[in-house]
């Protein structure tokens, strides 16, 4: 087994992670023997989480030394896969045997766990988060033990987004559909009170579809919009509501940024996963120098919710880099941040300026209060326990789960003290 020490940060830097070191366990048998014996552990994904979630007061470990394993049920339309995978490596994988997931976030660099850990999600109005596609789970316990999870027990919802505190995962079991093409547009300025009247019908002009602003000015800087490559170009043009130019050239959703690290565009169709993400696995993806935060909240409240933001766009827009706004199908995982809810989703992405981006963070909190926004868990976020258990009425059975299988709170952390109490 390999132990790497010294320093080690997140993706993003704002995060210098205190575990001592971190493991690089090469079989499964390695990684029981490492979590039985440890006091404290916690597993890194990839680390593109903005926040603490990954770091332990014990040891870390990472899975990405355990083989690769990719196994398609063709039959059954699932696929196995090894947890520590990215979805950049998943994704080519499926392809090569026609099959594909149903949708990707908008980068395809992180870990498949890490991912359905924290309730990762594109965007679409019929298409739930990625940790909605989980059927099965092999997860190693506290006590070095390895069990299997599978939908329809009754506590597996609970399970799925499990925010690192109930084992080490060590493999997942995903829908998958055959595979499929993409095409994907931009379209550029939109006026904001567009939003008030063609909201919904803007949403639906494709398979998956983001709107962009900068809170500069009352306008979508850009508007992204993936199609099935079967349904064509997206019938938008000729819509009332529709002003916005198709863009000229690719474009980055983050301003001022070469369009290099983006997907395909202009309508060029493609595979699937060259076209959900916005940005490339062989590039850094978003703008590399940032922060970023989420909020998930019901469905109907996204024209109110913009106008809600948009009172504070003085002070949001000088710390931002770009703010998107995406859609998020229900699903029944209880700590989802889509849980039981049609969602839209307005995530920031911010300067790398954690002192001056914490304040704004706490007001778009209290801007969107009335309309109980669910924060991303991977993200960055003030919001305070009290109001974490009463947007997710099962959290108290999550805590019974997680004390059934870490009774001693071997997989606690100081988020997790943060986010369910204790
Ligand atoms: C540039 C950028 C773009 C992003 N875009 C999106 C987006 O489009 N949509 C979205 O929803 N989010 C997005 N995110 C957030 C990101 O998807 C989440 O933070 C995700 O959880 C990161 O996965 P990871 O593998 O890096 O996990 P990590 O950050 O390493 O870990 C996340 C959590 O999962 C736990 N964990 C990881 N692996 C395991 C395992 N095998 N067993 C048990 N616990 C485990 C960790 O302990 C930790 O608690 C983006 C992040 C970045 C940096």
Redesign the pocket.
């Known amino acids: 087994m390999t132990t790497t020490a010294g320093p080690r940060t997140?993706?993003?830097g704002n995060i210098a992670f205190g575990a001592p070191d971190l493991y690089l366990p090469a079989s499964l048998g390695e990684l029981q023997t490492m979590v039985a014996r440890a006091r404290q552990i916690?597993?890194?994904?990839?680390?593109?989480?903005?926040n603490d979630?990954?770091d332990?007061p014990g040891a870390?470990v990472s899975?990405a030394g355990l083989p690769p394993e990719v196994e398609v049920d063709s039959a059954a339309s699932l696929v196995r896969v090894a947890?520590?995978l990215?979805y950049a490596r998943l994704a080519t994988q499926l392809d090569r045997q026609r099959f594909a997931l149903r949708n990707?976030?908008?980068?395809p660099?992180?870990?498949?766990?890490?991912?359905?850990?924290?309730?990762?999600?594109?965007?679409g109005l019929a298409n739930q988060?990625?940790s909605a596609a989980v059927t099965g789970l092999e997860?190693v316990t506290a006590d070095g033990d390895v069990i299997e999870l599978s939908r329809g027990e009754e506590s597996f919802p609970g399970a799925v987004v499990?925010?690192?505190?109930?084992?080490?995962?060590?493999r997942l079991i995903l829908e998958v559909v055959p595979s499929f093409e993409v095409s994907q547009r931009v379209y550029e300025d939109l006026p904001l009170d567009v939003l008030d009247d063609h909201f919904a019908a803007i949403m639906a002009s494709g398979y998956s579809v983001s709107m962009f602003t900068d809170w500069h000015a009352p306008r979508l800087t850009q508007l992204w919009v993936k199609s099935l490559a079967e349904d064509g170009a997206p019938a938008i043009e000729g819509e009332p509501w529709f002003t916005a130019t198709p863009a000229p050239a690719a474009r980055n959703p983050v301003p001022g940024l070469p369009a290099d690290n983006s997907t395909e565009q202009l309508g060029v169709p493609g595979p699937w996963f060259e076209r959900l993400?916005?940005?490339r696995p062989e590039f850094?993806?978003?703008?590399?120098d940032?922060l970023?935060t989420?909020y998930l909240l019901p469905a109907e409240h996204a024209v109110p919710a913009v106008h809600a933001l948009h009172q504070a766009g003085d002070r949001i827009a000088p710390v931002l880099r770009i703010c998107?706004i995406?859609t998020i199908a229900g699903d029944d995982l209880w700590l989802s941040p889509a849980y039981h809810q049609d969602s839209v989703?307005f995530?920031f992405?911010w300067i790398p300026d954690t002192a001056a981006v914490l304040p704004v963070v706490t007001l778009i909190e209290r801007q969107l209060a009335p309309f109980a926004p669910r924060p991303?868990?991977?993200?960055i976020f003030t919001t305070p326990t009290e109001e974490l258990y009463a947007s997710y009425d099962r959290l108290p059975d999550f805590l019974d789960l997680a004390r059934h299988y870490d009774p001693a709170g071997k997989?606690r952390?100081a988020?997790t003290a943060r986010c369910l109490g204790r």
């Open positions: 997140n993706w993003a916690r597993v890194l994904g990839t680390g593109h989480s903005f979630m990954a332990s870390q899975l947890a520590g990215s990707l976030a908008s980068l660099h992180i870990s498949v766990a890490g991912a359905c850990a924290t309730g990762t999600h594109g965007s988060n990625l997860l499990h925010l690192g505190a109930l084992g080490v995962i060590t993400p916005h940005f850094t993806p978003s703008a590399g940032e970023q989420e998107e995406r989703a995530h992405t991303h868990w991977g993200k997989f952390n988020y």
